[in-house]
Nanobody, 116 residues
C-alpha cells in the first residue's frame, strides 16, 4: 500500500488562495497520471482536476475550472493544486491519487476551510 501525503490546507477567507501539495515519500509516481479530489461533509468524493504523467495535459471539473490549476514536478515527486478565488463551498478535505484512482493510494487528505 502506498499512501500519498497531502499538505497545504488551512483556513482562508473567501476570495483567498491556497496551494496544496501531494507527495509519495520514498516512491516515484512520475509514470502516472495524477488527480485531485475533495470530499465535503455528507457528500461523495468529487473529482477536481487531473494531469498527465508528463504534465502536458490537464482536465478540470466545471466547479473549479478557471480557479484551480493542477501542476506537477516529477523531479520532486510532487503534484500541486493552486486554488484561487476560493469560495465557502470549496470547504472540504482534499486528496490526491492516481487517475483513475487506486484504492491503495488514498492518504489522509488536507482540510481546506473557506470562511465567508
Amino acid at each position: 500500500q502506498v499512501q500519498l501525503v497531502e499538505s497545504g490546507g488551512g483556513l482562508v477567507q473567501a476570495g483567498g488562495s491556497l496551494r496544496l501539495s501531494c507527495a509519495a515519500p520514498g516512491r516515484s509516481f512520475s509514470d502516472y497520471a495524477l488527480a485531485w479530489f475533495r470530499q465535503a461533509p455528507g457528500k461523495e468524493r468529487e473529482f477536481l482536476a487531473a494531469i498527465s504523467w508528463s504534465g502536458s495535459n490537464t482536465s478540470y471539473a466545471d466547479s473549479v475550472k478557471g480557479r484551480f490549476t493542477i501542476s506537477r514536478d516529477n523531479a520532486k515527486n510532487t503534484v500541486y493544486l493552486q486554488m484561487n478565488s476560493l469560495k465557502p463551498e470549496d470547504t472540504a478535505v482534499y486528496y490526491c491519487n492516481r487517475e483513475p484512482p487506486d484504492p491503495d493510494y488514498w492518504g489522509q487528505g488536507t482540510q481546506v476551510t473557506v470562511s465567508s
